[in-house]
């Protein structure tokens, strides 16, 4: 059997390349009016509903690149923070994250807490790391 004796699958195949070109378009031209560059940054889009006006957060961390994030006002920041440690290796349970200095509600939406575009999240820490212990004292 040859694809023209499959025409909805073709027709399927043709639909889902020209949304996604589409919806890549519209995203690219979304990057360009806030002010950034496709080639400069990427960021990690999350679903929004029709209409919704979208939250774009950083992630930083020192010995890894920046990350974007555009989700919405109203989803728990506990989903960007597990796409955040899945796309660079890391276990979910052992990190914290900060946000203005204090430990990030992982429960809580950016919209209730007061979050606005381009705020960061400051750092991605090891909740195992530390200092102390046997190995900081001197002989």
């Known amino acids: 059997m040859n694809r023209i004796d499959r025409p909805q699958e073709v027709l399927s195949s043709v639909y889902t390349h020209v949304y996604c070109k589409a919806e890549k378009k519209e995203e690219e031209e979304e990057e360009n009016q806030m002010g950034r560059s496709s080639t400069e940054e990427k960021i990690v889009y999350f679903t929004l509903e029709e209409g919704e006006k979208p939250l774009y957060l950083r992630i930083q961390r020192p010995e890894a690149e920046d990350k974007i994030y555009r989700i919405s006002?109203?989803?728990?920041?506990?989903?960007?923070?597990?796409?955040?440690?899945?796309?660079?290796?890391?276990?979910?349970?052992?990190?914290?994250?900060?946000?203005?200095?204090?430990?990030?509600?992982?429960?809580?939406?950016?919209?209730?807490?007061?979050?606005?575009?381009?705020?960061?999240?400051?750092?991605?820490?090891?909740?195992?790391?530390?200092?102390?212990?046997?190995?900081?004292?001197?002989e």
Do not use: H, P
């Open 73 to 138: 006002r109203y989803m728990a920041l506990r989903t960007m923070l597990l796409d955040y440690c899945n796309r660079l290796g890391l276990f979910y349970e052992e990190f914290r994250f900060t946000y203005d200095g204090t430990r990030l509600r992982e429960d809580k939406t950016g919209d209730q807490l007061g979050m606005g575009d381009d705020d960061v999240i400051d750092d991605a820490w090891s909740a195992y790391l530390g200092g102390g212990g046997a190995a900081a004292t001197e």
